[in-house]
């Protein structure tokens, strides 16, 4: 078994945009406010491409399996928002979103103070996932989100 964590490219584009479609869609979350509807979903390897921002591509055995990436929260240049990070259902659990997000920690710390995730309070995997790595639930969304639709709010302090 090979496993490949790598940077998205661009024909990694539909595959990426189908995985995270059927991922929320298979938890009915298919919905408006969500990354399913972003206009950009099929097209992540452009909007990854500035300095501040990475997506990582998971491989095993040569088939996309799940990606993950960070970029900047809207207008607050210090804060990174942790960015659409899926692994298709058959391959969850086994510690694989764990390489995807030691990878987006590292590249974190050198661009952000804080980084945050929008994310559902069903989702509870993610959620454990994210708790684990020192997110701390907040109030409410921070200003500027795009994903009106999620009910659950994270936030973690990066090392200075």
Not at 36 to 54: C, E, I, S, T
Not at 99 to 115: C, G, R, T
Not at 131 to 156: M, N, P, R, V
Request: aromatic letters at 12%; charged letters at 25%; hydrophobic letters at 35%.
């Amino acid at each position: 078994m090979t496993i490949i964590l790598r940077e998205i490219e661009e024909q990694d584009n539909q595959i990426i945009g189908e995985i995270v479609q059927s991922s929320l869609a298979s938890k009915g979350l298919a919905l408006k406010g969500t990354a399913y509807y972003d206009p950009y979903l099929f097209k992540l390897f452009d909007v990854y491409q500035r300095g501040n921002a990475k997506y990582w591509v998971l491989e095993k055995d040569g088939q996309v399996i799940g990606g993950g990436g960070v970029g900047p929260f809207n207008s607050h240049k210090d804060i990174g928002e942790l960015q659409k990070l899926y692994i298709i259902d058959s391959q969850q659990g086994h510690g694989y979103a764990h390489l995807i997000m030691k990878k987006i920690l590292e590249f974190a710390n050198l661009h952000y103070s804080q980084l945050y995730i929008e994310t559902f309070a069903s989702l509870d995997k993610a959620n454990n996932l994210y708790k684990k790595y020192g997110f701390k639930e907040i109030d409410q969304s921070l200003e500027g989100t795009e994903h009106s639709a999620c009910d659950t709010w994270l936030l973690k302090k990066l090392s200075e």
